[in-house]
């Protein structure tokens, strides 16, 4: 009797240790990555975020029409809806990047208003790294319920040339319809496109004009350009030293975009430049105030002094202290010249001479641009070309016209020119007290897509209280949110480029999970974020520890063509 117990026992102990060790299996092979990851990857999928500007929708998301608003419905008391109403109209997500071939799952709540059912369809837009669409996958119907919560699962692979991934609901007919526990998953590894997982990327940049930059030709219409341009130089000098202090309690590197006289320490002697030119395009046709500068040389002003005796007219002895605090410093032209107004020729005697000035005060070649006055629109063929071959490979400031547009205001994305794709193209936001409102919403629409935005202003205007309160609020809140990476402009692009010839691949579902990492490019690469398929204990090299484990997210260094395996262990 006592020996059939203790048979029974055994018996019963090993049903429940292989029970238990079916139940990891089953809990492992759930988070393989075979299957899809349990946590959602987009921004706001479960609408928590009202967008800030009207509180009608959620953050991030956009919608065909004004039928599309958070719902009144919801499938869980501690849930949210949003409410679909208008056979045309559709309610669209934030991106997501993904490259070809990853798999995704969608999966969301639908319940219909109406007495009788109705139907509902997923849009799958596929996105390029210019961020225009390069296929949409329409799925069939699914039905509706009346009164009731019915489910829509979809699963998608990206195509070739995918670099995004935007999905839109779309109701069959004017029912109204309620869209509740959505849920966005990847299959695999997937790597994130900012330092540590950062959500966004922000530069901070000022156009620095002297004198005898951009204020003595100053356009209609331009800030200050009824001001008097020594008092404008001088304000610029100001808004030097105020930038600065604001940036340097949070170590904070901007962008100064530079003209050629910044780097000058005076000009006694009665240099030229360029030729001594005249650009009979400076014209009252052309929003110039008068005719002047169409006759006389563009640099005729210079009173041939010294940063002491004429302050407003050079700004070299400035340019050791920016060097000192490791500030950045790129190209506004040498003369601040309208970019699509000059021949090819003097675009090339430009960049040379900016260059050149540069080199005299210890700044190396420019390799970013900002156009002044956002005149790329004129740029031709032969003009894109003389940036290309100065090593120009990031832009910002271009044409805000919508015929001449080649940055992504709309997607606040980085954007390869389309013509030119060693020059990456960045959105910016003109920081005023007047536009800060608008600013923090462009840096809330950038985090929703994972994007990038060069925030910038004069420095001549980070002088008044109203501006540096601005700035000050900008800075503030980007740096508390934790979620942002800031630094300058041409660091934010070097990243954006290498962090897409990195791929992660599994290569044994495990446990432990084995992964292959590859860094294509020649840069190392600190902090680079991989979302795993489960959450994570450990990460091991060679049996030895390796990287940071934030929840489902592992962080590592990697070098310039370099590839490693690291062995995943699951938190269970």
């Given at each position: 009797?006592?020996?059939?117990?203790?048979?029974?026992?055994?018996?019963?102990?090993?049903?429940?240790?292989?029970?238990?060790?079916?139940?990891?299996?089953?809990?492992?092979?759930?988070?393989?990555?075979?299957?899809?990851?349990?946590?959602?990857?987009?921004?706001?999928?479960?609408?928590?975020?009202?967008?800030?500007?009207?509180?009608?929708?959620p953050d991030g998301w956009s919608a065909g029409g004004p039928g599309v608003a958070l719902g009144a419905f919801?499938?869980?008391?501690?849930?949210?809806?949003?409410?679909?109403?208008?056979?045309?109209?559709?309610?669209?997500?934030?991106?997501?990047?993904?490259?070809?071939?990853?798999?995704?799952?969608?999966?969301?709540?639908?319940?219909?208003?109406?007495?009788?059912?109705?139907?509902?369809?997923?849009?799958?837009?596929?996105?390029?790294?210019?961020?225009?669409?390069?296929?949409?996958?329409k799925r069939p119907w699914r039905e509706a319920p009346a009164?009731?919560?019915?489910?829509?699962?979809?699963?998608?692979?990206?195509?070739?040339?995918?670099?995004?991934?935007?999905?839109?609901?779309?109701?069959?007919?004017?029912?109204?319809?309620?869209?509740?526990?959505?849920?966005?998953?990847?299959?695999?590894?997937?790597?994130?496109?900012?330092?540590?997982?950062?959500?966004?990327?922000?530069?901070?940049?000022?156009?620095?004009?002297?004198?005898?930059?951009?204020?003595?030709?100053?356009?209609?219409?331009?800030?200050?350009?009824?001001?008097?341009?020594?008092?404008?130089?001088?304000?610029?000098?100001?808004?030097?030293?105020?930038?600065?202090?604001?940036?340097?309690?949070?170590?904070?590197?901007?962008?100064?975009?530079?003209?050629?006289?910044?780097?000058?320490?005076?000009?006694?002697?009665?240099?030229?430049?360029?030729?001594?030119?005249?650009?009979?395009?400076?014209?009252?046709?052309?929003?110039?105030?008068?005719?002047?500068?169409?006759?006389?040389?563009?640099?005729?002003?210079?009173?041939?002094?010294?940063?002491?005796?004429?302050?407003?007219?050079?700004?070299?002895?400035?340019?050791?202290?920016?060097?000192?605090?490791?500030?950045?410093?790129?190209?506004?032209?040498?003369?601040?010249?309208?970019?699509?107004?000059?021949?090819?020729?003097?675009?090339?005697?430009?960049?040379?001479?900016?260059?050149?000035?540069?080199?005299?005060?210890?700044?190396?070649?420019?390799?970013?641009?900002?156009?002044?006055?956002?005149?790329?629109?004129?740029?031709?063929?032969?003009?894109?070309?003389?940036?290309?071959?100065?090593?120009?490979?990031?832009?910002?400031?271009?044409?805000?016209?919508?015929?001449?547009?080649?940055?992504?205001?709309?997607?606040?994305?980085?954007?390869?020119?389309?013509?030119?794709?060693?020059?990456?193209?960045?959105?910016?936001?003109?920081?005023?007290?007047?536009?800060?409102?608008?600013?923090?919403?462009?840096?809330?629409?950038?985090?929703?897509?994972?994007?990038?935005?060069?925030?910038?202003?004069?420095?001549?205007?980070?002088?008044?209280?109203?501006?540096?309160?601005?700035?000050?609020?900008?800075?503030?809140?980007?740096?508390?949110?934790?979620?942002?990476?800031?630094?300058?402009?041409?660091?934010?692009?070097?990243?954006?480029?290498?962090?897409?010839?990195?791929?992660?691949?599994?290569?044994?579902?495990?446990?432990?999970?084995?992964?292959?990492?590859?860094?294509?490019?020649?840069?190392?690469?600190?902090?680079?974020?991989?979302?795993?398929?489960?959450?994570?204990?450990?990460?091991?090299?060679?049996?030895?520890?390796?990287?940071?484990?934030?929840?489902?997210?592992?962080?590592?260094?990697?070098?310039?063509?370099?590839?490693?395996?690291?062995?995943?262990?699951?938190?269970?």
């Open positions: 009797m006592r020996r059939r117990l203790y048979v029974s026992t055994g018996v019963l102990l090993l049903l429940t240790l292989l029970g238990l060790a079916w139940g990891l299996r089953e809990r492992w092979e759930q988070s393989s990555p075979e299957r899809f990851t349990s946590g959602n990857i987009l921004y706001n999928a479960d609408f928590s975020r009202p967008d800030a500007r009207t509180g009608r929708l919801t499938f869980r008391p501690d849930s949210r809806s949003v409410e679909i109403f208008g056979s045309n109209n559709y309610l669209k997500s934030p991106l997501v990047t993904t490259r070809p071939g990853q798999r995704f799952r969608l999966g969301f709540r639908v319940l219909c208003e109406s007495q009788t059912p109705s139907r509902v369809r997923v849009w799958f837009h596929w996105l390029d790294e210019e961020g225009d669409e390069i296929i949409v996958e009164r009731t919560w019915g489910t829509v699962l979809e699963e998608v692979e990206a195509p070739d040339g995918a670099a995004y991934l935007t999905i839109s609901l779309h109701p069959a007919a004017d029912d109204r319809l309620f869209i509740d526990t959505l849920s966005l998953n990847v299959s695999g590894v997937r790597v994130l496109p900012w330092p540590e997982g950062r959500a966004a990327a922000i530069s901070l940049s000022v156009d620095w004009e002297t004198a005898m930059g951009g204020l003595i030709h100053s356009r209609s219409g331009d800030p200050g350009s009824a001001a008097d341009a020594v008092a404008r130089g001088l304000r610029m000098r100001e808004g030097t030293h105020q930038l600065l202090a604001l940036l340097r309690p949070y170590n904070l590197r901007a962008t100064w975009f530079a003209n050629g006289y910044n780097f000058l320490e005076g000009n006694p002697e009665g240099r030229t430049f360029l030729g001594d030119p005249v650009f009979t395009w400076a014209d009252d046709a052309h929003r110039w105030p008068d005719d002047r500068w169409a006759s006389a040389p563009w640099f005729a002003a210079d009173p041939h002094g010294t940063y002491v005796s004429h302050p407003a007219w050079y700004f070299g002895d400035l340019v050791p202290q920016l060097l000192a605090e490791k500030q950045a410093i790129e190209s506004h032209t040498f003369s601040h010249f309208y970019g699509g107004f000059v021949e090819p020729e003097l675009w090339r005697a430009d960049l040379a001479a900016w260059n050149e000035v540069a080199a005299e005060r210890g700044v190396g070649p420019a390799s970013a641009l900002a156009f002044p006055w956002s005149g790329s629109d004129g740029m031709t063929e032969a003009k894109w070309h003389e940036l290309e071959q100065a090593g120009i490979t990031v832009l910002t400031r271009t044409s805000e016209r919508s015929i001449f547009r080649i940055s992504r205001d709309d997607l606040l994305i980085p954007r390869p020119h389309p013509g030119f794709r060693t020059m990456l193209v960045f959105p910016d936001a003109y920081l005023t007290p007047a536009t800060l409102t608008e600013t923090l919403l462009l840096v809330d629409r950038a985090v929703a897509n994972g994007g990038a935005l060069d925030i910038w202003a004069h420095t001549e205007e980070i002088t008044s209280p109203e501006q540096i309160a601005a700035w000050r609020m900008v800075i503030e809140r980007c740096v508390a949110s934790g979620d942002l990476w800031i630094a300058p402009l041409t660091e934010l692009a070097g990243w954006w480029r290498a962090i897409r010839q990195v791929e992660a691949v599994v290569i044994a579902d495990g446990p432990p999970l084995r992964l292959r990492i590859e860094n294509r490019s020649d840069r190392s690469l600190s902090g680079v974020a991989l979302q795993l398929p489960v959450e994570a204990l450990r990460a091991e090299v060679d049996g030895q520890p390796f990287g940071r484990i934030v929840g489902d997210t592992l962080i590592l260094n990697i070098g310039g063509r370099q590839t490693l395996e690291v062995d995943i262990w699951p938190a269970s």
